[in-house]
């Protein structure tokens, strides 16, 4: 298969197994060519790439705009704080806007689930998801599916934990969804009242006690408590959240074998997750933001142009 069953990239509920092992094996050469002496190919030399982010970022931004220039698109930057939104304008009105400019491809962070589904209904340009809400971010659960088969290869059959903050993670719901559709085990660890009821209903299984967890994986996921998402407190301190659920070179000991060790970032350190283990060997979350672009680039080559 040489193409995607989508014309956006909104989540990848809407992906087939095909159009996943697409993008990663599309993302193996891109992988290539940013590792060349020189970094950047023509492939988009006639594309414009609007980066719109409503909501902070560090990672994804970066990674798609270095992507775009890797790729020989013209870009254009959007950042909330300092746009005329804060005036009033709508968002269909913002992207309209910036669309009259002859954008071809719209890469848009947005603090409201769904804010891209009703883009695409509205919009003729292709659609990337850098993260919406609570809902998902697809091209992060792709650099990690990405990563975890650069180390340990086809996913099927392995591993995998995910800890921490599930319920207001987009990134848990999207490595979810991609790694059940590789065919991988998928476990989710954390305090009761971070982990959505029902959840089992997305094939994935639910381990309480952290050391256990640990035990069974073959790569754990470590996610970033969402405090900024949380109107109540879900836990009591965050020195108990990591007493209790922190990934820590004691609990990392006690297991025999090694285990990989990621994070979407930004990492809270010593919360979720201490610097010894971090920035130990084990640990593959630059390798992560590496390939973040590699991936980007490929999310954007199969999107580009696709009516
Ligand atoms: N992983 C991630 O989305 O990081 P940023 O919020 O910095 O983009």
């Known amino acids: 298969m040489s193409h995607l069953s989508t014309k956006h990239l909104i989540g990848i509920k809407d992906l087939t197994k095909d159009d996943i092992e697409l993008v ?3 993302a193996k050469t891109f992988k290539e060519v940013i590792n060349r002496p020189i970094k950047k190919v023509p492939t988009l030399r006639d594309t414009t790439v609007a980066n719109l982010f409503f909501e902070n970022s560090t990672r994804t931004r970066t990674s798609f705009e270095l992507a775009a220039k890797r790729l020989s698109a013209d870009t254009i930057n959007f950042t909330y704080s300092s746009s005329s939104v804060k005036k009033g304008e709508t968002l269909l009105d913002t992207v309209n806007n910036i669309l009259a400019m002859k954008v071809d491809l719209v890469v848009m962070r947005h603090p409201s689930p769904g804010a891209h589904s009703f883009l695409s209904k509205n919009i003729k340009a292709n659609i990337i998801n850098a993260g919406d809400g609570t809902h998902e971010h697809p091209t992060q659960a792709l650099l990690d599916a990405f990563s975890m088969q650069e180390k340990v290869g086809d996913l099927k059959g392995k591993n995998i934990l995910i800890i921490g903050d599930i319920m207001f993670s987009r990134v848990a719901r999207s490595d979810i969804f991609c790694l059940k559709k590789l065919g991988a085990n998928v476990k989710l660890c954390g305090p009761p009242t971070l982990i959505p009821n029902y959840i089992e209903e997305l094939g994935v299984t639910v381990e309480y006690d952290i050391q256990k967890a640990l035990e069974w994986c073959d790569i754990a996921n470590v996610l970033r408590i969402q405090l ?37 970032g930004p990492i809270n350190r010593g919360v979720e997750l201490t610097s010894d283990v971090a920035d130990s060997e084990h640990s593959i979350i630059l390798e992560q933001v590496e390939n973040g672009v590699a991936v980007r680039m490929a999310c954007m080559y199969l999107l580009a142009g696709k009516s």
């Not at 990591?242 to 025999?256: A, E």
Request: glycine share 2%; aromatic share 10%; charged share 30%.
């Open 24 to 26: 990663l094996q599309t």
């Open 228 to 264: 900024e998402r949380q109107s109540i407190k879900l836990f009591p301190s965050l020195r108990e959240y990591s007493l209790y659920y922190g990934v820590n070179k004691k609990r990392l000991d006690k297991i025999k074998r090694p285990i990989i060790i990621m994070h979407p």
